[in-house]
């Protein structure tokens, strides 16, 4: 015994029948999404994710775009390390990895300042990155124009 519309053309019970079944699905896949756009908001989140994926995106726009050289890109990166490693301990192995062989050095690579030369768009005067490592760890990374009596007692850096 089948059950039929007592009223009506059976196109508008099929259609009535269609309409039913995708506002429970539309109504179901709307659940699901807010439940993973809640848990996505409150699951506990590393501290740093967004320090490292700044700092990642910065690496790859340096080697993409101007790898060799040291400009804007150049600077960048520099900024988003410096701010990686006041959350996360950066070895002077990474350093040298993400940011390159040092023009100059002070010290040695366990405890010392390493000196990056750089150019900006618009200036006509040399740039610095100044990167501080402590016992094997980056400190910190400062930044300056190159000034007309140099960097008396750096020398220039040769890998050990």
Not at 22 to 40: E, K, P, Q
Not at 43 to 55: A, G, I, T, W
Not at 108 to 114: D, L, M, P, R, S
Request: proline content about 7%.
């Amino acid at each position: 015994m089948t059950i039929e519309p007592q009223s009506g053309p059976r196109w508008k019970w099929v259609l009535w029948r269609a309409l039913k079944v995708y506002a429970g699905l539309c109504t179901l896949l709307f659940t699901a999404y807010l439940g993973l756009v809640l848990w996505w908001i409150i699951s506990p989140k590393s501290p740093h994710e967004d320090l490292v994926m700044n700092f990642k995106s910065s690496y790859d726009r340096y080697m993409a775009k101007e790898f060799p050289k040291r400009e804007k890109y150049f600077e960048g990166l520099a900024q988003y390390l410096g701010e990686y490693a006041t959350a996360v301990p950066v070895p002077t192995a990474d350093v040298l990895k993400y940011l390159g062989k040092p023009d100059l050095i002070d010290g040695t690579v366990e405890k010392g300042t390493f000196v990056y030369f750089y150019g900006r768009s618009g200036f006509t005067n040399r740039w610095v990155a100044y990167v501080t490592v402590i016992e094997g760890k980056l400190l910190q990374i400062g930044y300056g124009d190159l000034t007309e009596d140099g960097l008396p007692g750096f020398q220039p850096y040769r890998p050990q």
